[in-house]
C-alpha cells in the first residue's frame, strides 16, 4: 500500500514539474514573440550617426514635418502642397551633395488620366487630373537612359481626419533617409534606382497610375519596392511577392530582419483595400517586386491616432537596414529587367510563373522553397 501511495506521489511530481516546464517555455517564447514583433531588440540610431548608417532618428524628423507642422495632407488642402514642397527641397538638398560619379535628378510632375479598376467586386470609373509626383532618380555618371531601373514607391497623401505619421509618413521619411544615405555615402548603385513619391494614393492609387500611364521611364522599370503601413511599426512584413519568385529570392538571401509569409499573399485578397503593388505587378506593369507593410498598431491606421508619438522604436530603423540591403540585392540581379528585356527572357525562356512558398522564424532566418524554371532550390 505504501509502495503504491509513493509511486502515486513520485507520477504528481513529475506530472507538476512538467505542467511547470510547459508554463515555462510558454512564457519565454511569448516573451521572445513580443520583443520580435515589437521590434525592441533593434536599437535606433540617433541623429549623430554616421552618415553610412541609415538613421531612425533622421527619418523621424521628417515624419515630424509631415505629421505634425503640416495640417493634414488630404487632396484638396493646402497641407499637401505643402508636404510636396517639402519633399522636393528635401531632395534637391541632397541632389546637391552628389558627387561626380553620380547622375542625380529630380523632378516634379502633374498627372492626369482615367481608368476603370475592380474593387470589392464591383467596377468603378476614375477620372482624375492635376496630382503632384516627386521623382528623384540616381545612377551612375556613365549609365544610360534605357537601363533598366529598380523603383522604390511610397506616398506623401494621408486619410481624412489622420495626420497619417504612420500611413504614410513614416515611409516617405525612410526614402528620404535612405536617398539621403545613398548619396552621402557615395554608393553608386549598379543599376539607377527611382524614389516615386506619388501624392495620390488614398484615392484609388491615382498617383501609381499616373507614373505608369504618363512617365516616359515607366517601361524601364525592372523591379518595385512598395513600402507601405497599416499600423505604426513592427517588422515590415512581405505581403505580397511577384509576379514570378525571384523577388522573394532576392528578399531571402537580402533582408536583415526578413519577415516573410507567403499564406500572407493568399489572405491578402480579402481585406477590404490595396495597394500601389497591384498598380505596378497586375494592373498596368506586370512588374515584379515586393509590398512591405507595417502591420503592429493597426487600431490607429486611418484613424486620427495615427501620430508620430505611437510610431514603435526600432520599426523604422529596422525597415531602413533591410531597405538598403533590398536595394543593393535588386540592384545587383541579373533578373533585373525592362519591359521589353523581360518580353524577350519569355519568348526565349518562357514565363517565370513559379511560386515559392516561404515563411522567416522569428525574424532570425527564412525558409524558402522556389519552384519555377529560374529557381529550383530550398534556403
Avoid at 524614389?195 to 500611364?213: D, Q, V
Avoid at 536583415?256 to 505587378?281: C, E, K, N, W
Avoid at 530603423?317 to 533590398?326: I, P
Wanted: aromatic residues 10%; negative net charge.
Amino acid at each position: 500500500m505504501a509502495t503504491r501511495r509513493s509511486l502515486r506521489s513520485t507520477e504528481e511530481v513529475k506530472s507538476f514539474g512538467l505542467l511547470l516546464f510547459l508554463s515555462a517555455m510558454y512564457g519565454i517564447m511569448s516573451y521572445v514573440a513580443y520583443i520580435i514583433i515589437h521590434v525592441s531588440y533593434v536599437s535606433p540610431l540617433g541623429i549623430d550617426a554616421p552618415i553610412d548608417r541609415f538613421s531612425e532618428a533622421r527619418a523621424i524628423e521628417h515624419v515630424r514635418h509631415l505629421s505634425v507642422d503640416i495640417d493634414g495632407r488630404q487632396e484638396g488642402k493646402e497641407g499637401l502642397k505643402e508636404a510636396a514642397r517639402y519633399i522636393k527641397k528635401e531632395l534637391e538638398m541632397i541632389q546637391a551633395r552628389a558627387g561626380p560619379g553620380f547622375r542625380v535628378e529630380v523632378e516634379e510632375t502633374l498627372i492626369a488620366g482615367s481608368f476603370n479598376m475592380m474593387f470589392l467586386q464591383r467596377s468603378i470609373s476614375l477620372g482624375y487630373r492635376n496630382h503632384t509626383n516627386i521623382i528623384m532618380r540616381i545612377h551612375s555618371s556613365d549609365s544610360k537612359d534605357s537601363d533598366p531601373f529598380l523603383l522604390v514607391n511610397s506616398h506623401f497623401d494621408g486619410p481624412i481626419g489622420s495626420p497619417a505619421a504612420g500611413d504614410c509618413g513614416s515611409c516617405v521619411a525612410s526614402m528620404l533617409e535612405m536617398a539621403r544615405l545613398i548619396i552621402d555615402s557615395n554608393w553608386i548603385p549598379p543599376r539607377p534606382v527611382i524614389f516615386l513619391f506619388n501624392g495620390a494614393e488614398e484615392l484609388f492609387l491615382l498617383g501609381s497610375h499616373g507614373f505608369m500611364t504618363m512617365h516616359e521611364l515607366a517601361d524601364n522599370i525592372g523591379a518595385s519596392i512598395n513600402i507601405e503601413a497599416s499600423g505604426s511599426g513592427g517588422i515590415d512584413l512581405v505581403c505580397q511577392s511577384g509576379p514570378g519568385s525571384w523577388p522573394s529570392h532576392v528578399y531571402a538571401q537580402s533582408a536583415v530582419y526578413p519577415m516573410a509569409q507567403s499564406s500572407a499573399q493568399d489572405l491578402f485578397g480579402i481585406i477590404p483595400g490595396d495597394t500601389d503593388h497591384r498598380i505596378f505587378s497586375q494592373d498596368y506593369g506586370d512588374i515584379p517586386g515586393l509590398d512591405i507593410i507595417f502591420l503592429i498598431g493597426g487600431y490607429f491606421y486611418h484613424t486620427s491616432y495615427d501620430t508620430l508619438e505611437r510610431l514603435l522604436p526600432g520599426s523604422i530603423q529596422a525597415r531602413g537596414d533591410n531597405l538598403l540591403s533590398l536595394i543593393k540585392g535588386f540592384t545587383n540581379s541579373p533578373f533585373l529587367q525592362s519591359a521589353k528585356q523581360r518580353s524577350i527572357t519569355i519568348v526565349e525562356n518562357g514565363t517565370d510563373n513559379g511560386q515559392a512558398v516561404f515563411f522567416d522564424y522569428m525574424s532570425w532566418f527564412m525558409v524558402c522553397i522556389f519552384l519555377s524554371k529560374q529557381h529550383d532550390c530550398i534556403l
